[in-house]
């Protein structure tokens, strides 16, 4: 079956500039969650959805960072007046129900670059 | 607050070498799960395995294993008869239950991730 899937896979966003990054997620799965790779570092949560609602965002860096899930299914991670340090690895996964104990299925990622 | 630490950064080993990876993890909570993931160079993290804290049994899985013990905080991977195709980067992870905030909801904790290079 279909995985996670990212959109794009790379991006180069000129300082100042907005991005939208887009994840869909494994279908049926309740749980979606981005995490921000940096280079040589493993994944830092961001934010966390169940279906539709945006149970925690404690994770994003700042209030540049947005991130929804309208319907539940698809989501989108949209910065704003992107900086330098945004450049990263930006990963989504997806897990079929709500709890830490289920295993994440993680995307390919998008790779931003901030010139 | 919880950590994780993957002390080796880099190991090389040659084809057919066993090799094992370092996990020690810190938290305060009794309930809580372990996961290695590999990050292949396509960048895509592929789950291998979970434990949770109140199970200490070993697993082997084929060529993979793992030894998880409380009395250490470690939780290690070992890979026997090593081959080129496990050449990626693993990560260790940490997720904990945070009840009452809206439930368990999972998000993981990881490492720094070591690099491991299987040479032919």
């Known amino acids: 079956g279909a995985g996670v899937s990212q959109s794009p896979r790379y991006k180069v966003a000129k300082r100042g500039q907005d991005v939208a990054l887009r994840c869909d997620p494994i279908?049926?799965?309740?749980?979606l969650f981005w995490y921000q790779q940096a280079l040589g570092q493993g994944p830092e949560f961001l934010t966390y959805?169940?279906?539709?609602?945006?149970?925690?965002k404690s994770g994003l860096p700042s209030d540049r960072f947005f991130a929804e899930r309208p319907e539940g299914s698809v989501s989108t991670l949209k910065i704003q007046r992107t900086q330098q340090e945004d450049s990263a690895v930006y990963l989504c996964?997806?897990?079929?129900?709500?709890?830490?104990?289920?295993?994440?299925?993680f995307g390919p990622g998008t790779r931003l670059t901030v010139t | 607050a919880q950590k994780v630490t993957q002390a080796q950064t880099e190991i090389s080993v040659v084809e057919k070498e066993d090799v094992t990876l370092d996990c020690v993890y810190e938290?305060?909570?009794?309930?809580?799960?372990l996961f290695w993931y590999k990050q292949p160079p396509s960048g895509e993290l592929v789950f291998l395995i979970r434990?949770?804290?109140?199970?200490?049994q070993n697993e082997i899985s084929g060529r993979y294993s793992w030894n998880f013990q409380k009395s250490t905080s470690s939780f290690n991977f070992t890979i026997t008869a090593s081959q080129v195709v496990d050449s990626a980067v693993y990560f260790c992870?940490?997720?904990?239950?945070?009840?009452?905030?809206?439930?368990?909801?999972?998000?993981?904790?990881f490492g720094k991730g070591t690099k491991l290079s299987v040479k032919p």
């Open positions: 996964a997806s897990s079929f129900r709500q709890g830490d104990r289920y295993e994440q299925y």
């Open positions: 279908s049926g799965h309740v749980s």
């Open positions: 938290t305060r909570d009794t309930t809580y799960y």
């Open positions: 959805f169940q279906n539709e609602a945006q149970l925690d």
């Open positions: 434990r949770n804290s109140f199970d200490e």
């Open positions: 992870a940490l997720s904990v239950s945070k009840l009452g905030h809206g439930g368990s909801q999972g998000n993981l904790i």
